[in-house]
């Protein structure tokens, strides 16, 4: 039986098109889990920074060590042994790490030593697994007529590409997280807004906007939250607007925490520079909005083309095609 055989079979469809629907019905009733699951993660992640920086700042009021006070509040980010001996043992990071990971980790919606003893530890561990897994294909599974020489430098090669896959998944964390924050920033800075006319100060208006936008953005409600606590338990406040724009990456956000630190050390008011603000980042989304409309008109071309067009010639010609042929065959 060749494969057109099989997927032109009655059975055969039918158990594909009840295999679709049972996992359609597993994703529906699942996301939700996911979703509370993925909310309370980062709801205890935010608790476990709230703990790190009051017990940092404590200890630097009793001018303790604050290394010792952070032992308390990293409890529930501490990873696994084995990965923590790994990176000691080889020394990752002299290897893998450099001035940027931190910050990388930290857009990521990463914190704390933990998150980076499992990247570090993934760095390693990744082109070695994918190596073996493609050793064992080309050399057990599907050796083929090639050399074995020629299947080793093929999974060496596998490894080697590999190696960036951590780096890629990061990445690919760090645009997902940052597309999720640059959507609801503009909406946050009106909320901000509204909340610093009607009188509140900054750390209670960032606390009800984190609250008032987590279900826009829970990423962005996530920071708020740390930025809230930084400002109750740090020493100056231009440093939690400063983490709030490194955490993020983007350069509005950035912005908007150059304007707060500069209202903050000169004095000047910061509803006023809230509204500037917030009148750009509404701007802002107005021309991403145009940019993406103007692109539409070349992204339809092929889809016209390919499933648009054949279909029209067709209800238009098919009439006259078929009258010219029963005339010919009356005739």
């Known amino acids: 039986m060749n ?197 509140m100060s900054m750390e209670h208006a960032f606390k009800r906007v984190a609250r008032e936008i987590g279900q826009q953005s829970a990423e962005l409600a996530e920071e708020l939250t740390l930025t809230t606590a930084e400002l109750s338990f740090l020493e100056e406040r231009s440093r939690a607007y400063d983490n709030l724009g490194r955490r993020t990456g983007l350069d509005n956000v950035k912005a908007v925490m150059t304007a707060l630190i500069q209202a903050d050390r000169y004095g000047t008011s910061v509803g006023q520079a809230l509204r500037v603000m917030a009148e750009e980042g509404r701007e802002t989304r107005m021309m991403d909005a145009e940019k993406k409309a103007a692109a539409l008109p070349p992204k339809l071309t092929v889809p016209l083309i390919l499933f648009f067009l054949p279909v029209l010639f067709i209800v238009i010609m098919a009439p006259a095609i078929i009258k010219v042929m029963s005339n010919g065959l009356m005739g």
């Not at 082109?127 to 090639?146: D, N």
């Open 3 to 199: 494969i057109v055989e099989l997927l032109t079979q009655r059975e055969f469809l039918i158990g594909i098109l009840a295999a679709i629907s049972a996992a359609a019905m597993v994703f529906t009733f699942g996301s939700s889990l996911v979703v509370k699951q993925d909310m309370r993660k980062r709801i205890r992640r935010v608790a476990v920074e709230r703990d790190r920086l009051r017990a940092e700042e404590m200890a630097r009021l009793r001018g303790g060590n604050a290394a010792d006070a952070r032992t308390s509040a990293r409890r529930s980010g501490e990873t696994k042994a084995y990965m923590k001996r790994a990176v000691d043992r080889f020394d990752l990071k002299r290897a893998f790490q450099d001035d940027t990971t931190l910050d990388k980790l930290a857009m990521a919606g990463f914190r704390g030593q933990g998150h980076l003893t499992t990247f570090l530890f993934q760095r390693l561990a990744a082109p070695i697994i994918i190596f073996a897994i493609a050793a064992f294909y080309l050399l057990v599974v599907m050796p083929g007529e090639r050399p074995v020489f020629l299947n080793v430098t093929y999974a060496i090669g596998a490894g080697l590409v590999g190696a960036y896959l951590p780096v890629l998944m990061l990445k690919n964390a760090t645009q997902k997280r940052q597309a999720s924050i640059r959507r609801a920033w503009p909406d946050c800075l009106d909320l901000l807004l509204l909340c610093v006319e009607a009188g």
